[in-house]
């Protein structure tokens, strides 16, 4: 998949209802997610710069791993 | 029409005229009265400044312009009286002794979105109430005085059931779970219809600006909080009431008016996902402006009294550990997060050999817990957990060096906790 390079900033986010908490985005993308002590996802609040491709790239992966499909980019326009 | 010997005697009776008795639908047109307005509602709603009561303080008539330009024909008008807060009765009190007041106010929303229905939530627990507002509607029919549609619902009545999507979930599913949303200003839905929730205060105050106008209501109050407020007090106090107060009003007079305890330990103030304050401000003004530099804000207009000989941390404890077993358990973080705080505040208040680290804990779960539920209930918990640490902070050292304090082990309480019956069977639907 192409990445487009564009302005702006991405954040993944996590729904946590759907979340089950088995931790595979963290495996996915480590620099990107960490673990609570429950085993929930703890997302970096940082944004991602959307050219940063590397991040993008590991928060696709994560995004496309999750099996209960709880998480998603939200891009933000920056002002 | 007004008598002494009712417990719920007002300073400043606006919403509550009529505590005696409740006003018929005649007697209350008869004590309002219409003025007739200059500009249009929603021009005097705005310059009124009113803010939403049920905790979160938004600019009512934003809310109102957000809801009327979106499009669609049926919208609904949602007057929220669950009262999750087990230490509030003010919108209870409201409905009961003044209906048509909060229904005037719900019409007036509804006319200004161009909504056709109006749905009021209260508690099932409450059946009494619910007759009530029953009656009050019928009423409305008989006399021809109703413009749209109305209804009473009655959701199980737990604490986030009054949360806005997790009512407007239950209106559509039957299930009272809120809902993730993105963080984005959001239009919520009843299976298609558009609707604007407005908690029961809130409306009464709608109802007040548009029949004496946005002047009249701004006439009390402080300039960025302008009108009056309802406040649910309890704690060290003979009877807990609900007292009608101009916003502003140091809260040292409020607890005059109450007949509280004048020197008291703190005070909880907004709610239990509120805060703290100690009684070295009892000075400042009941208002969030004044309220949010010592980090507390008035919420849903609760205030809790802890006399001196009551233990801060058994306090909390209490509360968070009801807060906890409220969590609808649907977010990891919220559903272990809030019964481990709850875990480590009982640690802290026994004081034994492991407080040390449970204190510890606390501090750093808070930090990972915060902002991650779908909905702000966590983040109460975790607001009024940093208050309890910092304001009490002598107090949770003592705790926490196993010096726990003679109050600790007392069995009088402050802050209202119902039973935690339900532990075994949630009632969601
Ligand atoms: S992969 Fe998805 S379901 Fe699993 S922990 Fe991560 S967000 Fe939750
Ligand atoms: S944060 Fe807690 S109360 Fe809110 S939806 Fe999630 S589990 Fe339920």
């Given at each position: 998949m192409a990445v487009r390079r564009r302005s702006g900033v991405i954040f993944l986010r996590v729904d946590p209802v759907l979340?089950?908490?088995?931790?595979h985005c963290h495996e996915l993308a480590p620099e990107l997610v960490a673990i609570d002590e429950w085993g929930y996802p703890v997302i970096t609040t940082e944004p991602i710069a959307l050219a940063n491709d590397a991040a993008l790239a590991s928060a696709r992966l994560a995004v496309r791993g999750c099996p209960r499909q709880a998480l998603r980019i939200e891009r933000v326009n920056e002002r | 029409m007004t008598g002494n010997r009712d417990v719920t005697m007002t300073t400043m009776p606006r919403l509550l005229t009529g505590h005696n008795a409740p006003l018929t639908l005649s007697e209350y047109e008869s004590t309002f009265p219409v003025i007739a307005r200059a500009g249009s509602l929603l021009g005097e709603l705005d310059a009124s400044g009113l803010t939403g009561r049920?905790?979160?303080?938004?600019p009512t008539a934003q809310k109102v312009r957000l809801l009327k330009a979106h499009r669609g024909h049926h919208k609904i008008v949602v007057v929220n009286?669950?009262?999750?807060?087990?230490?509030?009765?003010k919108d209870v009190s409201l409905l009961r002794v003044n209906p048509h007041l909060v229904l005037d106010g719900a019409e007036v929303l509804a006319s200004l979105i161009g909504a056709n229905e109006i749905i009021v939530c209260i508690a099932r627990e409450n059946e009494r109430l619910a007759g009530h507002v029953r009656d009050a509607l019928a009423e409305r029919v008989r006399q021809r005085r109703r413009t749209v549609r109305s209804s009473v619902q009655t959701p199980?009545?737990?604490?986030?059931?009054?949360e806005e999507t997790a009512l407007v979930h239950w209106l559509s599913n039957r299930e009272t779970l809120p809902q993730y949303r993105a963080k984005r200003p959001h239009v919520a839905r009843v299976r298609d219809r558009a609707v604007l929730v407005d908690n029961a205060e809130t409306c009464a105050h709608v109802g007040l600006i548009a029949r004496a106008g946005a002047e009249s209501f701004r006439s009390l109050g402080t300039d960025a909080s302008p009108g009056t407020a309802l406040v649910s007090i309890s704690g060290a106090l003979d009877r807990s009431q609900v007292l009608e107060i101009a916003l502003g009003t140091p809260l040292r007079q409020i607890l005059a008016v109450a007949g509280a305890d004048p020197d008291p330990q703190a005070l909880l103030l907004g709610g239990y996902g509120g805060s703290w304050l100690d009684a070295t401000h009892l000075d400042t003004p009941y208002a969030n402006e004044a309220l949010a530099p010592v980090g507390?804000?008035?919420?849903?207009g609760v205030i809790v009294v802890l006399a001196r000989e009551g233990c801060a941390v058994a306090e909390t404890e209490r509360v968070v550990r009801w807060m906890a077993n409220e969590s609808a358990r649907q977010c990891g973080p919220c559903a272990f997060g809030l019964p481990s705080l709850a875990e480590d505040l009982t640690l802290l208040r026994r004081g034994a050999n492991d407080a040390a680290h449970a204190l510890e804990r606390l501090t750093s779960r808070c930090g990972v817990i915060e902002g991650r539920g779908a909905c702000h209930h966590p983040d109460g918990v975790v607001r009024f957990v940093r208050s309890a640490l910092g304001v009490f902070r002598d107090d949770v050292a003592d705790h926490a060096s196993g010096?726990?304090?003679?109050?600790?082990?007392?069995?009088?309480?402050?802050a209202t906790v119902p039973r935690l019956d339900h532990e075994g069977e949630l009632t969601w639907q």
């Open positions: 979340c089950d908490g088995f931790g | 049920g905790g979160a303080g938004f009286a669950m009262e999750g807060e087990p230490a509030s009765r199980p009545g737990r604490y986030v059931a009054g507390a804000t008035t919420g849903a010096r726990p304090c003679i109050g600790s082990g007392s069995a009088r309480h402050y």
